[in-house]
């Protein structure tokens, strides 16, 4: 019997990340702007408080996608039913890609979020309605991500070509 210790890891490390991404955009959307914001109003205190958590943030959310991507590839290969990245052969490669397409969707708009929030200039009323929205969409969108995992995580558990 092969060693588990090593897919163990691997799959701890895959969860750790998708924990700190995803969690962390729903502690800050749903419980650390909102309370920031009923406290300290809309002023310049809040302003730069929100752009230092940013930064703060950030740099895990960073580590996160990468870590996701190194330890998705490792992943991907012990899973007997994925036939390649943007694979539709089978209902595991059809799930997988379109979570891959999800996440892809996901690092634009953070990426976008971060262009937006790294501006040099104030953040006005709409600019700041422009970055709640596109926190929520990749709230939603990691929430998918997490369904769509739990459904392929089934179906690669439930189906395994025997080798």
């Known amino acids: 019997m092969p060693n588990p210790l ?3 890891l691997v799959t701890f490390l895959h969860d750790l ?5 995803i969690g962390g955009m729903i502690s800050l959307g749903l ?3 909102p309370a920031i914001r009923a406290q300290l109003g809309q002023g310049p205190e809040t302003q730069r408080l929100v ?5 703060r943030l950030s740099v895990l959310a960073k580590v996160s996608i990468v870590g996701l991507i190194v330890t998705g590839l ?3 290969r012990r899973a007997t039913l994925w036939q390649g990245l943007f694979s539709t052969g ?19 708009i953070a990426a976008v979020r971060a262009s937006v ?13 422009l970055l709640a929205a596109l926190l929520l969409a990749n709230i ?3 929430i998918v991500v997490l369904a769509l995992s739990a459904y392929g995580a089934v179906i690669n558990n439930v189906c395994v070509v025997p080798r």
């Open 74 to 76: 490792l992943l991907s």
């Open 17 to 21: 990340f998708t924990a700190i991404w």
């Open 51 to 55: 752009q230092a958590i940013f930064r």
């Open 31 to 33: 419980v650390t702007l």
């Open 140 to 142: 939603v969108l990691g």
């Open 90 to 108: 089978n209902v595991y490669s059809l799930v997988l890609t379109i979570k891959h397409v999800v996440v892809i969707m996901m690092v634009g």
């Open 6 to 8: 090593t897919p163990a």
């Open 117 to 129: 929030l790294s501006a040099n200039r104030p953040l006005k009323p709409s600019r700041n309605r």
